[in-house]
């Protein structure tokens, strides 16, 4: 009789879980279906695109102005805020490569001037507060050692929400976090957040 009671309940576990993964699978098609296509336009900034790119690993070509300045590879997110900071501010980096997370130049002290970026560099908590048009940047993960960088499009007492180019499939182009002031400190609540950088 246990043996039968065991079997029964291993049975509604393998049940419930094949419902579970069945369920994630209709999402994940009911995405995929509903999708745009890669390269369509889905939010912008100040008259700047962000442009769909599906899977984060996609790739479609490197993008370069018309005077040779490269932007990085197309639909990635580090293309888009290349791209705002070069049709906004008209603002080119000096080390126009290099991955999202490379945006943040560890060992610099809050508040100093970025080199490679040609911007002064905050840390995440900073003594400076966040302002809209800020470049943000995140550290790396083991499924993505790149990072990811965005662009802050809106700050209010205790929020900032930003806007980014290739989050993944399903995922917004518009996120918001929390904005805490601690220790005289400002600190964006996600602790993937390295810092931000603005224009000098």
């Known amino acids: 009789m246990k043996r039968f009671s065991k079997g029964i309940k291993i049975v509604s576990v393998l049940i419930i879980l094949l419902f579970i993964a069945g369920y994630i699978f209709r999402q994940n098609l009911v995405l995929l279906y509903h999708a745009p296509a890669q390269g369509t336009a889905i939010d912008s900034l100040n008259?700047?695109?962000?442009?769909?790119?599906?899977?984060?690993?996609?790739?479609?070509?490197?993008r370069t102005t018309k005077d040779g300045y490269n932007l990085g590879l197309q639909f990635q997110c580090v293309e888009f805020v290349k791209r705002y900071y070069y049709e906004y501010y008209h603002h080119?980096?000096?080390?126009?490569?290099?991955?999202?997370?490379?945006?943040?130049?560890?060992?610099?002290?809050?508040?100093?001037?970025?080199?490679?970026?040609?911007?002064?560099?905050?840390?995440?908590?900073?003594?400076?507060?966040?302002?809209?048009?800020d470049l943000l940047v995140y550290s790396g993960t083991s499924g993505n050692p790149y990072g990811h960088v965005a662009i802050i499009s809106k700050t209010t007492d205790d929020k900032v929400e930003i806007i980014q180019q290739n989050p993944g499939i399903g995922a917004p182009s518009r996120v918001t976090f929390s904005l805490n002031k601690v220790d005289g400190k400002y600190k964006i609540g996600n602790d993937r957040i390295l810092g931000w950088l603005r224009m000098k």
């Open 47 to 62: 008259h700047v695109l962000v442009f769909y790119n599906g899977a984060v690993s996609n790739v479609h070509g490197r």
């Open 92 to 133: 080119k980096m000096p080390d126009s490569y290099g991955h999202a997370v490379s945006f943040y130049q560890e060992g610099l002290s809050d508040s100093v001037y970025n080199s490679l970026r040609n911007l002064i560099q905050y840390k995440n908590p900073s003594k400076s507060r966040p302002k809209t048009g």
